[in-house]
DNA sequence: CCTAGTCACTAGTGTTTTGCAAGTAAGTGC
DNA sequence: GCACTTACTTGCAAAACACTAGTGACTAGG
């Protein structure tokens, strides 16, 4: 059983929905109604039965907003808000794949952006094979 | 049918073990029986079906290595490739939620290191918001 | 030649997970 | 009381997955 982090990881949200679900969270927290448009094509029991899983492996928290109807809202944990950077990722890597040239643009110059490593120590950013792994500590 | 970005991706790699093979294949190109034991637990007809998904998709192409036995290699197009930084991030997280601290280190200073955005044209880092979609240029 | 062994899969079989359409329970507006 | 909304649950068929065996191409040894 010696599996990695990215299987660690995929064993959380490592399905079809999972991630769109938390996309879709992480502009601000959603009513299950919401969530089932903005997640398109879902079916009911499935969006109920992933953010009851996401909910046990603590990414996502239901939160009343309502107290008599009883209503819930959805929203990201710290947990699960550490995915956007892979989840912007993804979609860039989406778009990139179907044609679209790049997603994101700086405002000010209306250039290229793209992610970099960043060494918050030093306060710069840096090249593949400036690091070191957790492991041998 | 407005799908996003994510979605698009998601529709080619959002399963329990396509990003497990792309991650297995980004060190070097695997045959068939050394990503059977790369991806720990993977079946070999779900093995062979994601491979041919996938080289179906362009994210892999499978290149003969011997002729006398015919024996094929599978090795990551560009498009695969591109997923490197995307999986970077999900495995780091995925150590995050697993009590690991944190995954990678400088190697000259030791300090954590994290993912920016990074505009090519200024050569700086930027802040969430100093940017906007390819949507509507 | 005959046998054993490796490599890369394919095939057969349950079991588990999805997808889809309906249905239901609680509450609200009239 | 009656229609209507919200947030799900239930039931069932269909698809995907896991497990174990088996096959075909070849190679090495005796």
């Known amino acids: 059983m010696e599996s990695g982090p990215l ?3 995929l064993a959380r949200v490592g399905d079809r929905w999972s991630l769109l679900i938390v996309d879709a969270l992480l502009a601000r ?6 969530l089932s448009t903005a997640v ?3 079916a009911p ?7 009851r899983q996401l909910e046990r492996d603590g990414l996502v928290v239901s939160r009343v907003y309502s107290e008599r109807p009883v209503r819930m809202a959805y929203e990201l944990t ?5 995915l956007a950077g892979a989840l912007s990722l993804l979609a860039d890597w ?3 794949a ?3 040239p790049a ?5 000010a110059c209306g250039g290229e952006v793209e992610q970099r490593l960043w060494c918050r120590t030093c306060e710069r950013v840096l090249d593949d094979g400036d690091l070191h792994h957790f492991d041998e500590v």
Chains 1, 2 share one sequence.
């Open 45 to 51: 029991n499935i969006l109920a039965s992933r953010l």
């Open 40 to 42: 398109e094509g879902i």
């Open 98 to 100: 179907n044609g679209q």
């Open 29 to 34: 927290p959603l009513k299950y109604g919401e």
């Open 7 to 9: 299987a660690l990881g």
């Open 78 to 82: 710290e947990t699960g808000r550490g």
């Open 103 to 107: 997603a994101q643009f700086h405002d």
């Open 94 to 96: 989406g778009a990139r």
